[in-house]
Protein backbone atom coordinates (compact mmCIF):
# COMPACT_ATOMS: atom_id res chain seq x y z
CA UNK A 1 0.00 0.00 0.00
CA UNK A 2 1.19 3.54 -0.79
CA UNK A 3 1.96 6.28 1.57
CA UNK A 4 -1.20 8.06 -0.28
CA UNK A 5 -3.37 5.02 0.27
CA UNK A 6 -2.35 4.78 4.04
CA UNK A 7 -3.21 8.41 5.08
CA UNK A 8 -6.33 7.85 2.55
CA UNK A 9 -7.26 4.99 4.78
CA UNK A 10 -6.29 6.61 8.32
CA UNK A 11 -8.63 9.56 7.09
CA UNK A 12 -11.63 7.30 6.85
CA UNK A 13 -11.06 5.46 9.65
CA UNK A 14 -10.96 8.30 11.75
CA UNK A 15 -13.62 9.29 9.99
CA UNK A 16 -15.78 6.75 10.66
CA UNK A 17 -14.83 6.37 14.72
CA UNK A 18 -16.46 10.25 15.01
CA UNK A 19 -19.37 9.48 12.78
CA UNK A 20 -22.41 9.57 15.29
CA UNK A 21 -25.65 7.48 14.75
CA UNK A 22 -29.41 8.30 15.59
CA UNK A 23 -28.96 5.31 17.79
CA UNK A 24 -25.55 6.14 19.21
CA UNK A 25 -26.81 9.54 20.04
CA UNK A 26 -30.47 8.53 21.54
CA UNK A 27 -28.35 5.66 24.08
CA UNK A 28 -26.34 8.53 24.45
CA UNK A 29 -28.64 11.01 25.49
CA UNK A 30 -30.39 8.18 27.74
CA UNK A 31 -32.66 9.77 30.79
CA UNK A 32 -31.73 13.16 29.65
CA UNK A 33 -34.04 13.08 26.46
CA UNK A 34 -33.80 15.19 23.51
CA UNK A 35 -35.43 18.03 24.19
CA UNK A 36 -32.95 18.65 27.10
CA UNK A 37 -30.77 18.74 25.06
CA UNK A 38 -32.01 21.25 22.32
CA UNK A 39 -30.90 24.67 23.20
CA UNK A 40 -32.69 27.86 21.63
CA UNK A 41 -35.21 27.90 18.52
CA UNK A 42 -31.88 28.50 16.36
CA UNK A 43 -29.68 25.42 17.77
CA UNK A 44 -29.87 22.10 16.11
CA UNK A 45 -28.50 18.87 16.25
CA UNK A 46 -26.09 17.41 13.86
CA UNK A 47 -26.91 13.74 13.54
CA UNK A 48 -25.04 11.81 10.98
CA UNK A 49 -25.39 14.69 8.57
CA UNK A 50 -28.81 15.54 9.13
CA UNK A 51 -30.03 18.44 11.26
CA UNK A 52 -32.47 18.05 13.45
CA UNK A 53 -33.90 20.92 15.47
CA UNK A 54 -37.85 21.82 16.63
CA UNK A 55 -38.66 25.24 15.23
CA UNK A 56 -40.76 27.56 17.54
CA UNK A 57 -44.27 28.07 16.80
CA UNK A 58 -46.03 30.73 14.95
CA UNK A 59 -48.89 31.34 17.30
CA UNK A 60 -50.26 30.96 20.53
CA UNK A 61 -53.73 31.31 22.28
CA UNK A 62 -54.20 33.87 25.60
CA UNK A 63 -57.15 33.37 27.98
CA UNK A 64 -58.60 35.46 30.01
CA UNK A 65 -59.98 33.13 33.31
CA UNK A 66 -61.60 36.02 34.90
CA UNK A 67 -63.41 36.94 31.35
CA UNK A 68 -64.70 33.53 30.87
CA UNK A 69 -68.00 33.09 31.14
CA UNK A 70 -67.75 29.28 30.63
CA UNK A 71 -70.64 29.09 28.10
CA UNK A 72 -68.27 26.55 26.65
CA UNK A 73 -68.83 27.72 23.02
CA UNK A 74 -65.07 27.71 22.19
CA UNK A 75 -65.62 23.96 23.25
CA UNK A 76 -68.21 23.12 20.64
CA UNK A 77 -66.51 25.56 18.29
CA UNK A 78 -63.53 23.28 18.37
CA UNK A 79 -65.12 20.21 17.80
CA UNK A 80 -67.60 21.33 15.08
CA UNK A 81 -64.43 22.29 12.88
CA UNK A 82 -62.53 19.57 13.27
CA UNK A 83 -65.06 17.08 13.65
CA UNK A 84 -68.20 18.50 11.80
CA UNK A 85 -69.95 17.10 15.06
CA UNK A 86 -70.55 18.71 19.07
CA UNK A 87 -68.47 16.67 21.42
CA UNK A 88 -67.32 18.48 24.42
CA UNK A 89 -65.11 15.61 25.54
CA UNK A 90 -62.83 16.12 22.47
CA UNK A 91 -62.75 19.51 22.33
CA UNK A 92 -59.02 20.65 21.83
CA UNK A 93 -59.70 23.56 24.42
CA UNK A 94 -61.37 22.94 27.68
CA UNK A 95 -62.92 25.07 30.63
CA UNK A 96 -62.02 23.42 34.15
CA UNK A 97 -64.84 24.25 36.80
CA UNK A 98 -64.32 24.75 41.04
CA UNK A 99 -67.16 24.05 42.13
CA UNK A 100 -66.21 25.51 45.34
CA UNK A 101 -64.80 28.48 43.80
CA UNK A 102 -66.18 32.23 43.65
CA UNK A 103 -66.43 34.31 40.64
CA UNK A 104 -64.49 34.89 38.83
CA UNK A 105 -61.77 32.08 40.50
CA UNK A 106 -64.79 29.62 39.69
CA UNK A 107 -63.31 28.70 36.35
CA UNK A 108 -60.45 28.35 34.22
CA UNK A 109 -59.91 27.75 30.55
CA UNK A 110 -56.77 24.75 29.22
CA UNK A 111 -55.41 25.32 26.31
CA UNK A 112 -52.24 23.86 24.83
CA UNK A 113 -49.36 26.04 25.11
CA UNK A 114 -47.23 25.14 22.06
CA UNK A 115 -44.11 24.43 24.29
CA UNK A 116 -40.47 26.16 22.57
CA UNK A 117 -39.23 22.38 23.81
CA UNK A 118 -42.82 19.86 23.72
CA UNK A 119 -42.10 16.64 25.71
CA UNK A 120 -44.91 15.45 23.50
CA UNK A 121 -43.12 15.79 20.23
CA UNK A 122 -39.84 13.98 22.27
CA UNK A 123 -41.83 11.31 23.44
CA UNK A 124 -43.63 10.24 20.54
CA UNK A 125 -41.79 7.09 19.08
CA UNK A 126 -43.31 7.34 15.62
CA UNK A 127 -43.31 11.27 14.77
CA UNK A 128 -46.90 11.17 14.61
CA UNK A 129 -46.56 14.13 17.46
CA UNK A 130 -44.44 16.78 15.46
CA UNK A 131 -43.91 20.62 14.55
CA UNK A 132 -45.60 22.01 11.12
CA UNK A 133 -42.33 21.92 9.03
CA UNK A 134 -44.17 25.27 7.62
CA UNK A 135 -45.53 27.15 10.60
CA UNK A 136 -43.61 25.37 13.69
CA UNK A 137 -47.02 24.31 15.46
CA UNK A 138 -46.99 21.50 17.29
CA UNK A 139 -49.25 18.64 15.38
CA UNK A 140 -50.47 15.58 15.64
CA UNK A 141 -50.49 12.87 12.45
CA UNK A 142 -53.89 10.46 13.08
CA UNK A 143 -52.38 8.61 10.49
CA UNK A 144 -49.03 7.89 12.09
CA UNK A 145 -50.03 7.64 16.31
CA UNK A 146 -50.36 4.06 17.60
CA UNK A 147 -52.54 4.81 20.32
CA UNK A 148 -49.64 4.57 22.56
CA UNK A 149 -50.53 8.28 24.66
CA UNK A 150 -47.19 8.38 25.57
CA UNK A 151 -47.41 12.08 24.47
CA UNK A 152 -50.95 12.96 26.55
CA UNK A 153 -48.82 11.51 29.92
CA UNK A 154 -45.75 13.58 28.88
CA UNK A 155 -47.42 17.05 28.82
CA UNK A 156 -46.59 18.85 31.87
CA UNK A 157 -49.58 20.70 32.65
CA UNK A 158 -52.77 19.38 34.23
CA UNK A 159 -54.84 18.52 32.94
CA UNK A 160 -52.97 17.28 30.05
CA UNK A 161 -53.69 19.42 26.96
CA UNK A 162 -53.65 16.23 24.86
CA UNK A 163 -56.43 14.16 24.71
CA UNK A 164 -57.02 10.60 23.27
CA UNK A 165 -59.73 10.39 21.11
CA UNK A 166 -61.51 7.09 22.03
CA UNK A 167 -63.62 7.34 19.02
CA UNK A 168 -61.11 7.25 16.38
CA UNK A 169 -58.20 5.82 18.92
CA UNK A 170 -55.67 8.09 18.33
CA UNK A 171 -54.04 10.96 20.41
CA UNK A 172 -55.13 14.99 19.12
CA UNK A 173 -54.09 18.86 20.38
CA UNK A 174 -54.83 22.03 19.54
CA UNK A 175 -53.70 22.66 16.28
CA UNK A 176 -54.78 26.17 15.97
CA UNK A 177 -57.33 25.61 13.07
CA UNK A 178 -54.72 24.42 10.64
CA UNK A 179 -56.69 21.28 9.93
CA UNK A 180 -60.09 21.92 10.42
CA UNK A 181 -62.13 20.72 7.39
CA UNK A 182 -65.33 21.74 8.77
CA UNK A 183 -64.50 25.04 8.94
CA UNK A 184 -65.26 27.70 6.23
CA UNK A 185 -62.14 30.11 8.01
CA UNK A 186 -58.75 29.32 6.60
CA UNK A 187 -56.76 28.67 10.13
CA UNK A 188 -53.26 28.37 10.88
CA UNK A 189 -50.96 31.09 12.55
CA UNK A 190 -51.61 32.85 9.02
CA UNK A 191 -55.84 33.18 9.43
CA UNK A 192 -58.11 32.47 12.30
CA UNK A 193 -58.95 29.95 15.27
CA UNK A 194 -62.49 29.05 15.58
CA UNK A 195 -62.54 29.39 19.59
CA UNK A 196 -61.11 32.90 19.02
CA UNK A 197 -63.66 33.59 16.51
CA UNK A 198 -66.69 32.33 18.52
CA UNK A 199 -66.25 33.66 21.92
CA UNK A 200 -69.10 35.90 22.68
CA UNK A 201 -66.92 37.46 25.75
CA UNK A 202 -63.69 37.90 23.49
CA UNK A 203 -62.09 35.90 26.63
CA UNK A 204 -59.50 34.02 23.92
CA UNK A 205 -56.79 36.05 21.68
CA UNK A 206 -54.48 34.72 19.44
CA UNK A 207 -50.71 36.09 19.65
CA UNK A 208 -47.54 35.02 17.20
CA UNK A 209 -45.35 36.26 20.37
CA UNK A 210 -44.36 33.45 22.35
CA UNK A 211 -45.66 34.10 25.99
CA UNK A 212 -43.80 34.03 29.58
CA UNK A 213 -43.24 30.26 29.99
CA UNK A 214 -45.93 30.13 33.28
CA UNK A 215 -49.39 29.46 33.46
CA UNK A 216 -50.06 33.14 34.34
CA UNK A 217 -48.11 33.84 30.82
CA UNK A 218 -50.90 32.63 28.90
CA UNK A 219 -53.61 33.52 31.22
CA UNK A 220 -54.09 37.10 30.86
CA UNK A 221 -56.22 40.22 31.24
CA UNK A 222 -58.18 40.84 28.16
CA UNK A 223 -60.76 43.25 29.96
CA UNK A 224 -61.42 46.53 27.83
CA UNK A 225 -63.74 49.09 27.94
CA UNK A 226 -66.96 46.88 27.32
CA UNK A 227 -65.98 44.88 30.20
CA UNK A 228 -66.11 47.93 32.37
CA UNK A 229 -69.43 49.39 30.66
CA UNK A 230 -71.08 45.86 31.37
CA UNK A 231 -70.19 47.23 35.47
CA UNK A 232 -67.45 44.69 35.96
CA UNK A 233 -64.00 45.71 37.12
CA UNK A 234 -60.94 45.90 34.57
CA UNK A 235 -58.37 44.80 37.30
CA UNK A 236 -57.50 40.90 38.11
CA UNK A 237 -57.93 42.25 42.02
CA UNK A 238 -61.60 43.37 41.28
CA UNK A 239 -61.07 45.96 43.30
CA UNK A 240 -61.24 49.53 40.83
CA UNK A 241 -64.73 49.89 40.38
CA UNK A 242 -66.09 50.37 36.34
CA UNK A 243 -66.35 53.97 36.41
CA UNK A 244 -62.95 54.72 37.44
CA UNK A 245 -62.16 51.76 34.90
CA UNK A 246 -64.24 53.83 31.82
CA UNK A 247 -62.43 56.12 29.90
CA UNK A 248 -63.17 58.88 27.95
CA UNK A 249 -64.72 58.82 24.12
CA UNK A 250 -61.47 58.88 22.37
CA UNK A 251 -59.73 56.28 24.72
CA UNK A 252 -63.43 53.97 24.51
CA UNK A 253 -62.98 54.27 20.83
CA UNK A 254 -58.96 53.00 20.69
CA UNK A 255 -60.35 50.29 23.35
CA UNK A 256 -62.71 49.53 20.95
CA UNK A 257 -61.55 49.31 18.07
CA UNK A 258 -58.11 47.36 19.29
CA UNK A 259 -60.10 44.72 20.34
Known sequence: MTTENKE??????EKQAHKVTRRDFLAGVGGLGVGAVLAGGGTALLLDNEVQAIPVSGGYLLVDSKKCGTCETCMISCTLAHTGKTNLSMARIQIGY??????????????CHQCPYPPCVETC???????????????IDADKC??????VNACPYTPSRIQFNYEERHS????????TPYFDMEGGPNGHQACVEAC?????????QMP??????????LRTYH??????????????????????PAAAAASAAGE
Open 146 to 151: IACERC
Open 212 to 221: DQKESGYDVN
Open 227 to 248: WAKAGFPMDDAGKVLPSVSVPG
Open 98 to 111: NPLGQFPYDSVQHQ
Open 172 to 179: QKCDLCIN
Open 125 to 139: PTGANHADKDTGVRL
Open 200 to 208: PMHAIKFTN
Open 8 to 13: AQVQAD
